[in-house]
T-cell receptor
Framework: EPEVTQTPSHQVTQMGQEVILRCVPI?????FYWYRQILGQKVEFLVS????????KSEIFDDQFSVERPDGSNFTLKIRSTKLEDSAMYFC??????????????FGPGTRLTVL | GIQVEQSPPDLILQEGANSTLRCNFS?????LQWFHQNPWGQLINLFY???GTKQNGRLSATTVATERYSLLYISSSQTTDSGVYFC????????????FGSGTRLQVQP
């Protein structure tokens, strides 16, 4: 069964460093998302991406964040200068585009980011 | 934005017991999904259920969109059912982002 994959599974970085989290969405999906979950809290939406541009972003997704689809399979989230409060599990998700109503999202296993 | 409330926040069951988890949402939704977050942190799709009733083995779900709630039923619970159950909704506003509830933490004891 097709699935969303993410690498790395765990990343440890120093405050102020740049990190890139990588995702491979399900191959026939056209909508891509990033969500994050701070430990013990609920999952929060960051950004959605469609047709090579940001479709929607939350107020969490500030200038420190960027997304890119560098090739036909990968979807990346970059954090330019990490802060302690960026420590969280980051989930990538994807969905097909089947009309305007069907939007089941499938999540990857997550990347746990620890900022020291 | 839309509010999603889940109850109960915590639930402890003996193996074999049944349970009902509830998700209330404050506005009209296009879509609703139930997830199980396992102890490794993975979000597992359980149901895509914007309306109606679905069953998958020991799990079933019902969404009454007009009354803005959804229920997840777990029957004959097993220790592997332990984890956090999240409800997530997509607002009926054209946004495709999912808004998650705070989850129900389920612990099934042997």
């Amino acid at each position: 069964e097709p699935e969303v994959t993410q690498t790395p599974s765990h990343q440890v970085t120093q405050m102020g460093q740049e990190v890139i989290l990588r995702c491979v969405p399900i191959s026939n999906h056209l909508y891509f998302y990033w969500y994050r979950q701070i430990l013990g809290q609920k999952v929060e939406f960051l950004v959605s991406f469609y047709n090579n541009e940001i479709s929607e972003k939350s107020e969490i997704f500030d200038d420190q964040f960027s997304v890119e689809r560098p090739d036909g399979s990968n979807f990346t989230l970059k954090i330019r200068s990490t802060k302690l409060e960026d420590s969280a599990m980051y989930f990538c998700a994807s969905s097909e585009l089947l009309g305007s109503s069907y939007n089941e999202q499938f999540f990857g296993p997550g990347t746990r980011l620890t900022v020291l | 934005g839309i509010q999603v409330e889940q109850s109960p926040p915590d639930l402890i069951l003996q193996e074999g017991a049944n349970s009902t988890l509830r998700c209330n949402f404050s506005d009209s939704v296009n879509n609703l999904q139930w997830f199980h977050q396992n102890p490794w942190g993975q979000l597992i799709n359980l149901f895509y259920i914007p309306s109606g009733t679905k069953q998958n083995g020991r799990l079933s779900a019902t969404t009454v969109a007009t009354e803005r709630y959804s229920l997840l039923y777990i029957s004959s619970s097993q220790t592997t059912d332990s984890g956090v159950y999240f409800c997530a909704v997509e607002e009926d506003t054209g946004r495709r982002a999912l808004t998650f509830g705070s989850g129900t933490r389920l612990q099934v004891q042997p």
